[in-house]
């Protein structure tokens, strides 16, 4: 079965009743915003920006990273610990930190062939999805509308020649079930040429932050010059970045 979609690890907080026209129209982040939720959501560790960058680029995040975008009634985290197997079991502090009227949480991951997506209404949990083509991790809350055409098998799931088909497999692959998840709340696909009334996530910016332990991030340059380095040392120098952020 050939790898597809991108990787992205993104939960979405929504009080417009027209996301997709703010997310398209948007052309900058707001830096204060991001800074003050990224020191919210991650109060262990030490935020420093770094720049703005799209989300195309930014939604499969590392582990020493998050991007955040925050617009007009629209914010978007990227983050690696949001990449969980059961995204219901995700705490209120990340589900609904600004409380929102609408969450939505988008993941996939190419390399194991899983996507997941999960909607929370007024901090309520009202559905998730998280799978491979094989194994189901949760499948919870009432279908909705859009999903119809995927269980009614109209998004078959493609082998390469002489490969037979897992007979557990899904009628389509959870990657594609995710990108049609993130097309139907927020406007835009992160694979393919956009369809129809829908925009390239490449024209939507994020603003990115290296995360440290405390004490660990990097001294601004005129401190560094008020307290030179000591002297050198035979004994190796800790690494000033680890990965922080639980995996499934």
């Known amino acids: 079965m050939p790898v597809v979609g991108a990787k992205a690890s993104t939960i979405w907080y929504v009080d417009t009743p027209d996301p997709i026209s703010v997310l398209r129209e948007a052309t900058t982040s707001d830096w204060n915003a991001a ?25 499969g995040v590392d582990d020493d990273h998050v991007f955040i975008g925050c617009y007009p009634g629209v914010t978007v985290v990227c983050g690696s610990n949001l990449s969980v197997p059961t995204p219901s079991t995700l705490p209120e502090s990340i589900t609904r930190p600004l ?6 949480l988008v993941a996939s991951d190419p390399q194991h062939a899983w996507g997941a997506f999960a909607y929370w209404e007024r901090g309520e949990f009202r559905r998730s999805f998280s799978a491979t083509p094989v194994y189901i991790y949760e499948d919870a809350g009432l279908p909705l509308v859009w999903e119809r055409s995927f269980w009614a098998g109209e998004h078959p799931l493609v082998y390469p020649p002489g490969v037979m088909p897992d007979p557990q497999s ?14 139907e709340w927020l406007g835009f696909r992160y694979t393919g040429a956009p369809h129809a009334e829908e925009f390239d996530p490449a024209s939507l910016p994020v603003c990115g932050f290296t995360m440290y332990v405390p004490g660990q991030e990097p001294q601004p340059r005129n401190m560094q010059a008020m307290n030179p380095p000591a002297p050198e040392s035979t004994e190796p120098a800790p690494r000033p970045k680890k990965r922080w952020f639980s995996r499934k």
């Open 35 to 59: 800074t003050a939720l990224v020191g919210r959501l991650y109060p262990h560790l030490t935020a420093v920006p770094f720049d703005q960058a799209p989300i195309s680029t930014s939604a």
């Open 99 to 104: 409380a929102s009227e609408h969450t939505y």
């Open 170 to 183: 899904l009628p389509f692959h959870p990657q594609e079930f995710a990108e049609a998840a993130n097309a």
